[in-house]
């Protein structure tokens, strides 16, 4: 066989394997292959490929890219017309719907007796996206096109093959000689966040919703553009065929899924108008842990023969209609902006609005998040502004209707002392760290720096402390607590152990008993454990996940307090600016006052050693990369470990020394040198290799195991995403209970944890037998084993 024959065979091979792992994918949310495999795959038939160009072919999944931008959109007459739906606003609504289908196909009414006969519908989400068509010929995709008015739209052929989830050669067998698709072309909400923030990087505009990310990446001239984008396909219907299909609605898709097309993961059939009330409730609920914006359910009777039986109106079918959620956008004006005072300091805008019904509840206050993002608007006090509200979310203004501004419109000004306490108001800086330097911006925050001589402050931070998942002090709501602050009883969370029956009483609202039971709460709470403490100190950027891991982690709030940040970036998900916040809070002198006052009235409980699993856990290796020395990556701190053995060998190593390591270049080597020259560098080198012997972490170390703990000799399986937390946190938490943590799934496996998405793991687990935890069940049994 020549070698253009073997390049041919493989092509075909690795085309093949990709077009099915693309299917498991996106199809069957059953991903066969982790990513690093897939893109091995896909980057060697590229190399084929550049190769053998002669063997490039349009179906093949490197060809979606994007080619040469266009001049000009062609257009697209839709031999079926893509109509648009009516609108149910209301529950009568939809219920008028159901009775004119059924008055349509002269089906009997319900009366004293029964309810009459039933109209099967299909019932999917309605994305919030751009309506495409795609037209496949011999199970090619030759075109794509917009829906435009109904009847044109615009070829944007070149822009749908880049869309990942689009099948560029039908799956399977069975399809018609010519099938058009018709679908939603939309933008995932994580995508879409993603993409925001590289625009913004960028100095470009970001996009106000996924909807409009969407339109206008399909709109883009260049292709390539197009490809650079986090789009989506879903299938919800077919217009032209030239064979014969299923007889319902529901079995279309399950046909069009089955050729490789992607539908709606939602889809379900429902008998009767109170099921399909039912499914739009539960759709309603859960709209906001979708992974895509909806603005609305699709209902559609599902038997074809019925549909044809009710026909059309004018622009819309008889037997289809989208059931819209209450709108989550307005306008409204906006009247004014007040600046509010958070725990940290914050000193936020708020915006003060004429109220406006929006998604059901009446907005007057909004968000403005920061003064660079009312910058980025260009919001004026006076401007008409479009407000948004999604779920429990704080309603945020999105944008301005810049031709209604007023000509007495007013510039929003950031104010130069706190509004409560009257400090001064200072512009947060920003430090960026990176290879043993730092570099200094202005950040996006104004912070009052009266900390807790600032009222609002201390009301935030006590507020915070006493909360249930921080210490947890029954009775102690917001107003009790501004009370306190107000009348000068409480300037410290330490004071509230101070409190006394005499002192409550006299207060407003409080009478014998309830100054009683607030006294009980707060002597229930001197016995906190140690995450829960840490928790309620309120540091920024620790939450309640992050208390758990320090705590678990090094034991004990002296290790935590004196944890240097090269060090505390050596668990899990605490990454260098979470580090360095944790430091500069444990460092303040303030702060070291009033978790020294706490101590003098608390006892922590679960303070002990550190966590087993951190013994011996570092290498030099390891503690020379936390240093950032510029030119010394990874692999070249590795030989440097190798060759001198110990951190003081590395330091004094001199140019002869260097020249020892194998592949070290001479840039390394200079950089290396004039690193460790520097005093305060190795001085703290030094003070981290100290901080690790002190805490058993160094190489040197005794190594411990994790015996007497729950899971001690048990190896569990993550697989899947998981919605709470991140994989890393979830396998730390099974370790801190002496799991080990595997990556494949054997028969000694003792149990499988799966997310959305799991794949080959679940399923070799099932066939094992392993017993399988969906994530609910995890949750529940980490709760039980952690106490």
Known sequence: MSSAQAAAERIAQLRSELDAHNYRYYVLDEPSVPDAEYDRLFNELKALEA????????????????????????????????????????????????????????????????????????????????????????????????????????????????????????????????????????????????????????????????????????????????????????????????????????????????????????????????????????????????????????????????????????????????????????????????????????????????????????????????????????????????????????????????????????????????????????????????KGRSSTSEGSIYRCVGRLACQAQLKQAIIHFVSRRAMDIDGLGDKIVEQLVDTGLVASPADLYKLHFEQLVVLDGFAELSSRNLLAAIEASRTPTLARFIYALGIPDVGEETAKLLARALGSLERIGKALPEVLTYLPDVGLEVAHEIRSFFEDEHNRQVIAALQGYLELQDEGDMHPQFAASTTLAELLGKLDIPFIASTGAQRLAERFGSLEAVIAADWLDLRQVERLNEKAARSLRDFFDVPANAARARAIEVQLLAFGMHWQSERKTAAGLPLAGQSWVLTGTLESMSRDVGKQRLEALGAKVAGSVSAKTACVVAGPGAGSKLGKARELGVTVLEEEAFLAELARLEG
């Open 51 to 434: 190769e053998h160009p002669e063997l490039i072919t349009p179906e093949s999944p490197t060809q979606r890219v994007g080619g040469e931008a266009l001049q000009a959109f062609g257009q697209v007459r839709h031999e079926v017309p893509m109509l648009s739906l009516g609108n149910a606003f209301e529950e009568q609504d939809l219920l008028d719907f159901d009775r004119r289908v059924r008055e349509g196909l002269d089906l009997p009414g319900g009366d004293l007796f029964g309810d009459g006969v039933s109209v099967v519908y299909s019932c999917e989400p309605k994305l919030d996206g751009l309506a495409v068509s795609l037209l496949y010929e011999n199970g090619q995709l030759v075109r794509g096109a917009t829906r435009g008015d109904g009847t044109t739209g615009e070829d944007i052929t070149s822009n749908v093959r880049t869309v990942r989830n689009i099948p560029l050669k039908l799956h399977g067998s069975g399809w018609p000689a010519a099938l058009e698709v018709r679908g939603e072309i939309y933008m995932p909400k994580e995508g879409f966040e993603a993409l925001n923030a590289r625009q913004l990087e960028s100095g470009g505009k970001p996009f106000a919703n996924p909807r409009n990310a969407a339109a206008g990446s399909l709109r883009q001239l260049d292709s390539k553009i197009t490809a650079s984008r986090p789009l989506e396909l879903c299938a919800y219907g077919v217009g032209r065929s030239d064979g014969e299909l299923p007889a319902t609605h529901f079995d279309i898709l399950q046909a069009l899924k089955g050729w490789g097309l992607p539908i709606s993961r939602e889809l379900k059939r429902a008998s009767g108008i109170a099921e399909c009330q039912a499914y739009y409730r539960d759709i309603g609920e859960r709209r906001d842990a979708l992974p895509y914006e909806i603005d609305g359910v699709v209902f559609k009777v599902d038997a074809v023969a019925q549909q044809r039986e009710l026909g059309f109106r004018a622009r819309e079918p008889r037997w289809a209609i989208a059931h819209k959620f209450p709108a989550r956008e307005e306008l409204t004006e906006l009247l004014g902006v007040e600046f509010q005072v958070g725990r940290t300091g914050a000193v936020t805008p708020v915006a003060r609005l004429r109220p406006v019904q929006v998604a059901g509840v009446t907005v007057s206050n909004a968000s403005l998040h920061n003064m660079d993002e009312v910058a980025r608007l260009g919001v004026m006090v006076g401007d008409t502004v479009i407000v948004r509200r999604a779920g429990d979310v704080i309603p945020q203004v999105l944008g301005v209707v810049a031709e209604r501004r007023p000509v007495d419109a007013q510039a929003i000004q950031v104010p130069q002392h706190c509004p409560v306490c009257g400090s001064a108001v200072e512009r947060t800086q920003l430090v960026k760290r990176s």
